[in-house]
């Protein structure tokens, strides 16, 4: 069975050693049902229900952050079969069949929607292995192979079961998954920190445009003390989000700790202080109701102004390194752009209310709406103000939904003072600064993994050789 199952293997491309064994993925599984679909009906979203991994939260070989979706107690019950322990393997069945990613065990109590493949194996330490192997390009040609292209690219679960899975004696395959790792370890953690930066800029946005939260410590302080002092040290605190110096915070006072942070970084309490100075310590009426005193009301189009994309018929694209964005988001490549970064773009036919952020050279399509011309405030302000707006309200489509971009410009919203304005944007393009730097690295760490993981496979390169490899990657990217 070994040598008809590398016979297989070999007819699709690949190699492997002469002393590596060759098995059917079935044979690897806890038990014949160990393989099954998620959840076929998962119902409305539960906001307080249990989290459900759909395919567009497998994102490079990881399952990227808590899921959105959520489904209801009743419904995970129902398909407690695929409810997950910390210790599966998913794999994708349409969408980009054949990709999959390891269950942490973080995410014991989770379930996976129906387009996902739960697995369970005899040795769930062979899920690292398991998803190497389906990575390469030869599973990945055995794999489209046997798609059924009726209506989508579908994975059938049968086919999974008879794949051939070439399988390594356990020092070799041991160090083969730990230098693939390494690389993989790295790319996964730059994206950990590239959520983390974006769930900052967010929150950073939320407290100083959406809540007013140094503004309204101003009012609370000045009206506790009457001090203009401690209105000043509250604002501070309330835009660090934190103890403004780490000795003894708990019990210091503001102003103690406001003297500690002095003491010791003075370049950052130079910098807290002035920003706090551009929040006005007062609200007054508006149109919109309560907001900082100062600041003005008016239509978006007087912060910047959206234009339609551009045509680019699929017959004209080619695939190049510039990523095209349509209604639905991200569309593929192309080898021109239209724009420079950053680029703010969001649905105008089909699909609206989605709000993107592109930091490369990009092509906006003809379905969408991009910010051509920025006014007043920034790209990131103004991705952020979109992103807090309810688009869909303003669809003027009946059988296809549209924005008009003549509606968002008459907008009302809240426009803040160009200092406020310059520093957020100064503050939060630092994010996404080391953000489009975090990306750079995962693309050269990418394809010296895909270059690595193939002759690992084969047994074309060796080990030794290989992690030099792995340590010259990762010392190149970090300088």
């Avoid at 906001?47 to 994102?59: E, N, Q, W, Y």
């Avoid at 993994?449 to 990217?477: C, H, Q, Y």
């Amino acid at each position: 069975m070994s040598s008809e199952l590398r016979e297989i293997w070999t007819n699709a491309g690949g190699s492997a050693p002469a002393h590596w064994n060759f098995v059917r993925f079935e044979d690897l599984l806890a038990d014949q049902k160990s393989i099954a679909v998620g959840v076929m009906y998962p119902g409305k979203h539960d906001a307080s229900g249990v989290p459900l991994i759909k395919v567009s939260d497998v994102k490079n070989g990881a399952v990227v952050g808590e899921p959105d979706f959520r489904i209801t107690e009743t419904v995970n019950h129902e398909y407690r079969r695929t409810s997950l322990h910390g210790n599966e393997l998913l794999i994708t069945l349409v969408g980009n069949p054949g990709d999959c990613a390891i269950v942490e065990k973080s995410m014991a109590g989770w379930n996976a929607a129906r387009a996902l493949a739960v697995v369970r194996l005899k040795d769930s330490l062979l899920r690292p292995w398991l998803r190497y192997v389906l990575l390469s390009n030869t599973a990945k040609h055995l794999i489209d192979a046997r798609l059924n292209t009726t209506v989508q690219k579908t994975l059938n679960l049968k086919d999974i079961r008879n794949l051939p899975i070439p399988i390594a004696p356990p020092s070799e395959l041991k160090t083969i998954v730990d230098t693939a790792s390494a690389l993989e370890n790295k790319i996964n953690l730059n994206h950990q920190i590239n959520q983390t930066l974006e769930q900052m800029a967010q929150a950073l946005f939320k407290s100083w445009f959406v809540n007013f939260e140094p503004v309204k410590a101003k009012i609370a302080a000045l009206e506790a003390s009457g001090s203009d002092e401690d209105a000043l040290l509250a604002a501070m605190q309330a835009i660090s989000g934190t103890a403004l110096c780490d000795a003894d915070a708990s019990a210091a006072s503001a102003a103690e700790q406001s003297a500690c942070l002095q003491a010791e970084q003075p370049e950052q309490y130079a910098e807290l202080r002035a920003t706090a100075e551009l929040f006005p310590s007062a609200m007054q009426d508006s149109e919109l109701g309560k907001i900082p005193e100062g600041w003005d009301v008016s239509p978006i189009s007087e912060l910047f102004e959206l234009h339609r994309g551009f045509d680019l018929p699929q017959k004209s694209r080619k695939e190049g390194s510039f990523e095209v964005y349509a209604a639905g988001g991200l569309h593929g490549t192309h080898s021109q752009f239209k724009m420079e970064p950053p680029g703010i773009i969001t649905g105008r036919s089909g699909v609206i209310g989605n709000v993107y952020l592109s930091l490369k050279k990009y092509w906006p399509l003809n379905t969408t709406l991009y910010v051509r011309q920025f006014r007043v405030c920034g790209p990131y302000y103004a991705y952020h103000l979109l992103k807090s707006l309810d688009l869909k309200a303003l669809n003027s489509g009946s059988a296809v939904p549209s924005l008009n971009r003549n509606f968002v410009h008459s907008t009302d919203t809240i426009k803040p003072n160009s200092e406020l304005l310059a520093k957020f944007e100064h503050t939060v393009g630092s994010f996404f600064q080391e953000i489009v730097g975090n990306i750079d690295q995962n693309e050269s760490l990418g394809k010296t993994r895909d270059t690595l993981l193939p002759m690992l496979l084969s047994g074309e390169l060796t080990i030794p050789n290989a992690e030099n490899r792995v340590v010259e990657a990762k010392e190149t990217t970090d300088v």
